[in-house]
């Protein structure tokens, strides 16, 4: 290939990110010039110490070839710079989709970056071919390899089609082999994000696709038109048409006019179960084609052959190295896609190995084989972003599958998505009637019985009742001693159960006022490093309720609420910022502790820091005390003193 215009070897690119180093151009089209590039970047050694490294990645420019030229690095408009800004747009557009998806056959997008008047993205680079290339070397795949790579596409397609995304040029062109023979879908130019709802996200038309792999409706769509992952099914039906075939597949207008050419696929010996799929998948009728990808491929599936995976799993089983296991399980999951200990086993090796994008791509097949445990785990990636975008709309719908399928503990996460109004719109009462089930069928289940009880003592969701609240709490706070859980792991709350009904005990809500009984649990969630519990038991200690004033133990609580940790990082908790204000005034005052102002100003300017409200008034009148105290102390004062 001849290509025009192109950075020379060595040419630096300085991204948001990483550094990139021209090593030469491997592609060029009508509006991009696509390099193989060094990219550096910074990371820490096996000591901790920063260290560069690199890998080669694929950097594509935006440079339109008819258009632009070069001035040194930099990128010359040419004589229309309306046409240069819009499909400058159309390229950032196609960088910001990829960024978006995240998925083992999407290709990786590094960033998207500016230089040289143009811009740029970098992207995994795959050192193979395209399945077009393929396809032309062959001149047709056999089956089973057709198959193979149908599974890999459309497994990419269905995680778009989830997020309410078209690619809408997908064909053997836009789809590449990487080094380990699996197909990655490329070229997101054309692709279209639409809300939940279905309705565009973008004005702008949608691009007309590629003739024979583009549906007779996507040249009449709108922008603003509905979600049709059915335009995507036809051109995955098409894909396959020219594996099976080797040839072009026939236009929309082709098929809708004369019918669609079985006889191709027949001469190309396709075996008769797949060709019945294929004609409904491009059928000119987008109401009689397969309506979801996942019913295309299935349709498309031979019956699964159980005496071969049996084989693959023992040698799976025999093998010794987590490669050759892995290798032989996805053949063996390929030879019986029912195989739910097969994925399952998948996903815990790339959980072992920290890739969490395989991780969740097994996840998610163990998940559709409607395991819970896998649902549960599957909304957990899709809450948190773990090996896949964060989306709290489809991290809702699998704990909603594993809920209804009985697990507890994706019924406790559906009813804080609920509480929380992530996902779906904030229901209190709909939280708390999973927390009731929650809490019905598993007793031991403490995030739940914490959660309803807080919302018993609120009056969210269901009448407030003090009582209740207690009784909950007190479920847990009696059953649970201090066995060096952390405070905030995310399925622990005993410490917080012992500190609410503590609270309860102090104030008399809903119980009797019992100073003994709220210091007692005080006591038992300061075992758990509960800050707030250190807190109220400090002024308590100050006070004097239920035990004799001691303002030294105050002192010495308030500091032991302020060291404690959330999460691990310097985030101060709730009873450790009140407890920061709380020893300023007790410096200020000397109460526990010798009078000091300039300590008492450190602990206000702290409570300042996170967002004390009060801290700031406190700090003022200790300035103007501290100015009064100085002229007291000076000549002046000392002679007014004495003639009193």
């Known amino acids: 290939m001849e290509f025009v215009n192109t950075l020379p070897k060595g040419s630096i690119l300085n991204g948001e990110t990483y550094r990139y180093e021209v090593i030469e151009p491997i592609g060029q089209g009508s509006f991009g010039i696509a390099y193989k590039a060094k990219m550096f970047f910074k990371t820490q050694n096996e000591s901790g110490v920063l260290v560069e490294k690199s890998e080669i990645v694929a950097v594509k420019e935006f440079f339109i070839k008819k258009q632009n030229g070069r001035s040194g690095s930099s990128v010359t408009e040419g004589s229309s710079h309306g046409i240069f800004s819009y499909y400058k747009k159309e390229f950032e557009h196609e960088a910001n989709n990829l960024r978006y998806m995240v998925h083992p056959h999407i290709v990786q997008v590094y960033e998207l970056f500016y230089g040289n008047d143009t811009v740029y993205y970098s992207m995994k680079f795959l050192n193979k071919k395209s399945l077009d290339n393929l396809i032309a070397e062959k001149g047709k795949l056999n089956e089973n390899e057709a198959l193979r790579f149908l599974q890999d596409i459309g497994s990419a397609l269905s995680c ?14 836009n789809i590449m082999i990487n080094d380990q023979g699996e197909a990655v879908l490329i070229d997101f130019g054309l692709s279209k994000r639409y809300n939940q709802d279905g309705t565009g996200k973008e004005s702008t038309d949608i691009g007309k696709g590629t003739p024979g792999y583009a549906p007779i409706e996507q040249s009449n769509q709108t922008g603003n038109g509905d979600f049709a992952a059915t335009m995507d099914i036809y051109a995955l039906g098409a894909t396959l048409f020219k594996m099976l075939t080797g040839q072009r597949p026939p236009l929309a207008t082709e098929i809708k006019l004369e019918g669609f050419p079985a006889y191709i696929l027949q001469e190309a010996g396709v075996d008769e179960r797949i060709m019945p799929a294929v004609a409904k998948a491009m059928n000119p009728d987008k109401n009689k084609r397969f309506q979801t990808v996942d019913e295309f491929i299935n349709a498309c599936l031979p019956e699964p052959d159980y005496d071969k995976a049996d084989d693959l799993e023992a040698q799976a089983d025999d093998a010794t190295t987590n490669i050759q296991r892995i290798a032989l399980l996805k053949e063996c999951f390929a030879a ?25 791509e097994w996840c998610l097949k163990a998940a559709k084989l409607g395991d819970s445990e896998a649902q549960r785990d599957i909304g957990d990636m899709y809450a948190c972003g773990d090996g896949v975008p964060q989306n709290d709309y489809l991290a809702v719908k699998w704990y909603r599958e594993a809920a209804y399928n009985g697990n507890s503990n994706a019924q406790t996460r559906l009813a804080e998505m609920y509480y929380a109004g992530k996902g779906v719109p904030q229901d209190f009462i709909e939280a708390a009637r999973w927390y009731k089930m929650v809490v019905d069928s598993d007793p031991k289940n403490t995030e739940s019985i914490y959660s309803l009880g807080y919302m018993y003592e609120y009056g969210q969701g269901v009448p407030q009742d003090y009582l209740k609240a207690a009784q909950l709490y007190e479920k847990v706070a009696d059953a649970h001693e201090a066995k060096g859980i952390k405070l905030l792991d995310t399925i622990c709350r005993i410490p917080d159960c012992m500190f609410r009904l503590a609270y309860l005990y102090q104030f008399g809500l809903g119980v009797t006022t019992n100073y003994t009984k709220a210091i007692h649990y005080y006591q038992k969630a300061i075992k758990y490093n509960h800050a707030t519990a250190m807190f109220n038991l400090g002024c308590m200690y100050m006070d004097g309720q239920g035990v004799p004033v001691n303002q030294e133990m105050a ?16 985030e101060i908790s709730s009873g ?69």
């Not at 105290?629 to 003639?643: Q, Y």
Request: aromatic content about 12%.
């Open 336 to 360: 019986d896609p029912t195989r739910l200990e097969v994925a399952k086993r998948l996903d815990d090796y790339f959980m072992d190995i920290k890739d969490y994008v395989q991780s969740a």
């Open 576 to 644: 450790g910022l009140y407890a920061m204000f709380n020893l300023g005034v007790c410096y200020e005052r000397g109460w526990g502790c010798t009078q000091n102002y300039e300590t008492a100003l450190y602990w206000y300017n702290k409570a300042i820091e996170h967002g004390h409200e009060k801290a700031e008034s406190a700090i003022q009148n200790l300035k103007n005390r501290m100015t009064e105290e100085r002229k007291s102390n000076g000549l002046l004062g000392k002679l007014k003193k004495w003639l009193s």
């Open 555 to 570: 002192v010495q609580l308030w500091q032991d609420a302020v060291n404690v940790k959330v999460y691990d990082d310097e």
């Open 160 to 173: 778009m089609h989830d997020y309410k995304m078209l690619h809408l040029d997908l064909k053997p062109g």
